[in-house]
Each structure stands twice: as structure tokens, then as C-alpha cells.
DNA sequence: CTGAAAGCGCTAACAT
DNA sequence: ATGTTAGCGCTTTCAG
């Protein structure tokens, strides 16, 4: 900045002055300077500038693993709102187990106070995990650990959302409805436990007994989906319909069901959750929860701001103004692959 | 600093040491100053340290959106290859439209001061955007436009996977290929071009005429593929084969045909572009074109690495030692929504 | 093994 | 309208 200061024959002051725009420059010197600049393909330096702000005007967004799509649509969603407002998004990765997650954020400590705030989105890490991760960067969680008091919290409606796909289900004929994907029910233990509590729910509500043997483990993805399918037909067990945790589960179930001849709608009903932009799209057409998107990341901003409001000094202690916790409203979209109330 | 410094009775120099484990320190001093650092609860400032080592560790990819299952399987890629090294990857978004990356070029200069090295996938690019973009940071371009000898350059063999697909088509017995996502055939005016090139020289090599009607314009996403569709069964033509340029475009194309009730692949048979994750669980599985995501993954940061190596200085000018430019190895994988040979 | 000084490149605050 | 000074928090260099 110096060397563009000389060659303009002014101060780094002004040179400054010139591309920040915050004080009055001449045109006359405001031209030499830009001369000069890109004469010397000048760039500016950010983290200098970065370091003297204490800011960065640059949020993050944590997520487990790059390769999901449903990170991707948050992220896009995200960067569409800060862009208005000349604010940058970058995403970075931990790696999707609870190891992976707590390495990445005992570095990432150091690692966050790069940008003004991040939202963690972590499925691994436990109350626990997170009351014992110390930092002062404005954080917004997102995800379904145990609310920790510590942090403002963003949470999709697990139960209510898998309640009423389970209860549609239901009201529609099926009685065999397997959960892909499925847990020990629980409002507490993460995102497969809460979906399942919420197919539980649906059928004490309906009166409907629900077949433990139909609660199918599976990592959320694709080749899972499948081989739950796969598994479900090698052991001749009896169903009718599916509620996959998630969209991804579900187009693998399509998948294996399909291999396995089985005809959806017509024999197995399926319902995902998640609402993917890509769920429209699959042979038929997926019906699923869509868990709020819009709402979700609005509302993850509006709270991130408020942290970050709040300083960074703050964000560590249980400050008066307590951080939020909050939860989307869930809601059924039905397309092809359920069939139609009898009712 | 100098707080965990003061609290530990050492200089700021000492607490360094500790921190970056380049100096030896005596284990007491080492323990006193760990233990004042927890208890202040300490965190290295990156944002100073970045502005003194002059590197930060980090690579940047810039993709055009967040929300493409195409670069979020590239960022994992990645990432892997580097998290191996202690380096970081972060991801950032330009805006998928020539005039959102120029502007976004434009901002970024400055911004990608704060990265090491910067992998660049511009869609909407043209060589003369790229020329006027001076940019002393280590870039490496991926993607489809002419090549900028200032920059070292990764690109698919869109021609050839094409060719090879279309080539399958023809030799199973399909003799109306559309082209969903097609152009004016070109080697160099972007993808879509390109993989319409490879779809007319396979039918110049098996002697079939190639009928430009078929060839049918889109943006590469989902609902395009679909709406092609609908365009085409609307306009009555006679068709037995999709080529569609993307994945994404053939799997809104499958939704398209199944509404249609057109068989795949009896009736129509179907081949995509990219071999995207979740394309093997389409219904019927997608039969695609795989670019070598491994090999471009892998190419892309060795490319990078010498880019860096070879200093931001030498970044901008032609230096002897010039960029490469290489192009992936595409490979056919056939699944279910082609037909067998019939030679 | 530890410390003091200096400076990375920028900009707020205070001159002029 | 422009310049001078000082300092953001770290680490390299040179001294002890």
C-alpha cells in the first residue's frame, strides 16, 4: 500500500481513504491513486484489514460433511441472505463423526475467530461435548443435541414431523410401517431417536400397535437405504409402508424396492423427511417432511446476529439476555410415493 | 497474549513457543503458561498470525452455487487430500451467472488475499473475463472455458465422455438420440457445447445422421430436465434415447419420461453426465459418464501445490515454468436406463 | 532456555 | 482534503 502511496505521490492514509470510501478525496488525487493502484496491480490486504477491524464481515457454516445435500441448500439459503447485506458465507467441513467433530473443533477455536460468527451445524457431539467446547465467537448451534444453554439452538420439529407423516400413513391403510433409519425412540438422543419417537407417537395416537421389529438401523445415506431394503426382504419381514429418516434413506429405499419388485405405491407406501430439492424429482415422486427450510435459516441468522450483538465477550457466559432456543414448524408434502386417505 | 504472558510470568514470546511448539520450553514454564491460557480461556488470534506468516493454511474453492451435489463430492474430495496435510479447504460461492462470478471475481481479488491458493470452477466465464482478471493468487481453473494460459487449467473430457455415451446409444440400437441440455456443437464454448460436440462426431463415426431437432436447450438442473421433456412429448417427437449433459438433467428427465409413461429403457433409453453419488439409485439406475472425479481431485491440487510453490509472485506473469493445463479421462458406467449391445 | 525489539499491512484518532 | 502516529496480535531476529 505504501508502494501505491509513492507512486501517487501521497500518504498510505489516502490511499486507503480512496478504496474504503469513507473519507472525502479529491477527484484529482482519488484518480492518481487508482492509477497508481492498478498500475501496480495493488490488492489489498484482508487480513490486515481484518486484523485492525477485529472483523471480518464473514460468517461460517460448519457442517458435517460437504458432500450432503441438504447442507449445500442450507448453505446457498444462507449466503443469498447475508449477500444483501455485503456479507460473505464460507463453508467448512468437520467430518461427520462425534471424533471427527470434537478434533475439529478443539482446532477450529482458534479457527473461528476468522470470521464474526458461526453456525455449528454438529450431529455427532453431545450436551456434554458442547457445554465443555469453550469459545467466544458468536455461535449458533443447529441440530439435535441437547439443548445446551449456552448457545442460541435451531431445530428442525423431529417428532411432530415424523408424527404426521406416520399418522398420514396410517390414515391411509398401512399398518406394517417399517422406520428406516430408526432409533431407540427419544426426544433427546439426536435426530434418528426423535423421528422415531415421532412414528411411536403416530400410532399410540391411531390406536395403531407399532412393530418393534420394524425399527431398521441405518446411517443416513443412500447405499443405506438400499441395503435396509435389502435386509427387510432377505428377512421376509411383512410391511406396507416405510418412513425414512431422511430424503436420502428414502430414494435408496425406492431404490431397493424397486430391485425387490415391489410396486410403490401400490404395496409399500414411503415417506422421507428432509424435503430435498432433488425428492421432487425421483420415480415417483417422493412425498416427505419438509422441515422449514426458509424458516430455519431466517430464523439461524436473526439469532446469529443477535449473538454476535451480543460480542464476543458475551457469548461465553449465560449473559441476562439468554440465547434462544428455537423450532421449526414441520410440514407434510405429499406426492407420489403415499397413496390417499380412506377416510 | 500478553495477559496469559502476565498471568503466567513469561513474555509473550515464551507463550508463542508453547502455542506453536517451535522453540523448546522448559516443562514447567510450559505448564505454567498452558495452565494460565485454559484459565483465561485463551485463544490464539489467526487473523495475526496470518498477517505475520504471511500463509494461512487454507485453500479456497469457488463454485458457482452452493446447492450442486457435483461440487459439494468435489469439496469432500478435496478436503481429504488436504485435511491429510494439516491444511484447510473452505468453500465459497460466486453466483452460477457469468455477471454474479465477474462481480464476485471482481470483490474477490482482495478477498482471495486470504487464502494460499484458490481452485476456481467458473461456469460463466469466457477466456477474455479470465485475461482481464489479474490476480496474484495461486488459482487453479476447472471447468470448461477456452483455456487462459495465465492459469494452470483441469478440465473433463466433455467431447469424449459424450462421445462414448452416445457411441453406447448408437450401438444399441437407438437411432433418435436427444441431446437434453445441448447447444451449438463446440470444443470451446463451454460444457454444454461440448458434450453436444461429442454427441454429433459419435453419430459421424457410426454414419447416423444426427437430427437437430433433437437437440434440445436447458440449464443443467432437475426441473429443466423435466420441462425438456414435457416440450418434447408436447411437440410429438419421435425419440428412443436421451443423452442428458448433467446427471441432474437426466434425473429430471427420468421424472419427465415416467410422467409420460414412456418406458426407460424400453421405449427410451437414458444416459447421463457426471456420475454423481446418487445417481446409481435412481429408478431405473442411471447409466452416466464418470469425468474421474479421483483423478481430477487429485490433479487439481498438484497443480495447485506447484502454483503455490511457485510463489504469488510469479502467479500473475507467464513465467518460463508455465501452468499446465490437463484434461480427466472419461469412463462409461452402465447401469439400467441403456439396453445392452446388440453387436 | 527466555526476552526485547521490530514489523507484517492496514486504519482510527488526532493533527494540520 | 491530506498527513502523522500509533497499534490491532502475532512471530522472526537478534541478544542474553
Redesign the interface.
Known amino acids: 500500500m505504501s508502494d501505491v502511496a509513492r507512486a501517487a505521490g501521497v500518504s498510505a492514509m489516502t490511499v486507503s481513504n480512496v478504496l474504503t470510501g469513507r473519507r472525502r478525496v479529491s477527484p484529482a488525487t482519488r484518480s492518481r491513486v487508482e492509477q497508481a493502484a492498478t498500475h501496480l496491480?495493488y490488492?489489498?490486504?484482508?487480513?490486515?484489514r481484518?486484523?485492525r477491524a477485529g472483523r471480518?464481515d464473514t460468517v461460517?457454516l460448519v457442517v458435517p460433511?460437504?458432500?450432503?445435500?441438504y447442507?449445500?441448500?442450507l448453505?446457498?439459503r444462507l449466503?443469498g441472505l447475508l449477500?444483501a447485506e455485503d456479507r460473505?458465507?464460507?463453508?467448512?467441513?468437520t467430518?461427520a463423526s462425534r471424533e471427527a467433530e470434537l478434533a475439529a473443533v478443539a482446532r477450529a477455536?482458534?479457527?473461528w475467530?476468522?470470521y464474526d460468527g458461526v453456525v455449528l451445524s454438529a450431529v455427532g457431539m453431545t450436551a456434554a461435548d458442547l457445554d465443555a467446547m469453550?469459545?467466544?465467537v458468536p455461535l449458533v448451534l443447529l441440530g439435535e443435541q441437547e439443548m445446551s444453554a449456552r448457545y442460541a439452538h435451531v431445530r428442525m420439529d423431529n417428532v411432530g414431523g415424523a408424527r404426521l407423516a406416520t399418522a398420514h400413513l396410517l390414515a391411509a391403510g398401512a399398518r406394517r410401517i417399517a422406520v428406516v433409519g430408526g432409533a431407540e425412540p427419544s426426544a433427546e438422543a439426536g435426530m434418528m431417536p426423535a423421528r422415531t419417537l415421532g412414528w411411536s407417537l403416530a400410532h399410540d395416537d391411531a390406536g395403531v400397535q407399532a412393530a418393534p421389529e420394524l425399527i431398521v438401523r441405518a446411517p443416513a445415506d443412500?447405499t443405506s437405504?438400499?441395503d435396509a431394503v435389502r435386509r427387510i426382504v432377505r428377512e421376509g419381514l411383512d410391511l406396507d409402508a416405510v418412513l425414512a429418516v431422511t430424503d436420502s434413506l428414502a430414494?435408496?429405499v425406492?431404490?431397493g424396492l424397486?430391485e425387490a419388485g415391489r410396486r410403490v405405491p401400490d404395496d409399500v407406501q414411503v415417506v422421507g423427511f428432509d424435503n430435498l430439492?432433488?425428492s421432487?424429482?425421483?420415480?415417483?415422486?417422493l412425498s416427505t417432511v419438509d422441515p422449514g427450510h426458509e424458516w430455519l435459516a431466517t430464523e439461524t441468522l436473526r439469532l446469529l446476529e443477535a449473538a454476535i450483538a451480543r460480542g464476543p465477550a458475551a457469548a461465553?457466559d449465560g449473559a441476562a439476555d439468554v440465547p434462544q432456543h428455537v423450532t421449526a414448524p414441520a410440514r407434510l408434502v405429499l406426492r407420489g410415493t403415499t397413496r390417499d386417505h380412506r377416510d
Open positions: 496491480g490488492e489489498l490486504n484482508l487480513t490486515a481484518h486484523l471480518t461460517a460433511h460437504f458432500d450432503h445435500p447442507f449445500g441448500e448453505a446457498a449466503a449477500a460473505h458465507l464460507v463453508v467448512e467441513q467430518g477455536r482458534a479457527r475467530q476468522l469453550h469459545t467466544s443412500l437405504g438400499r430414494v435408496g425406492l431404490a424397486a430439492a432433488s421432487e424429482f425421483t420415480v415417483p415422486a461465553a
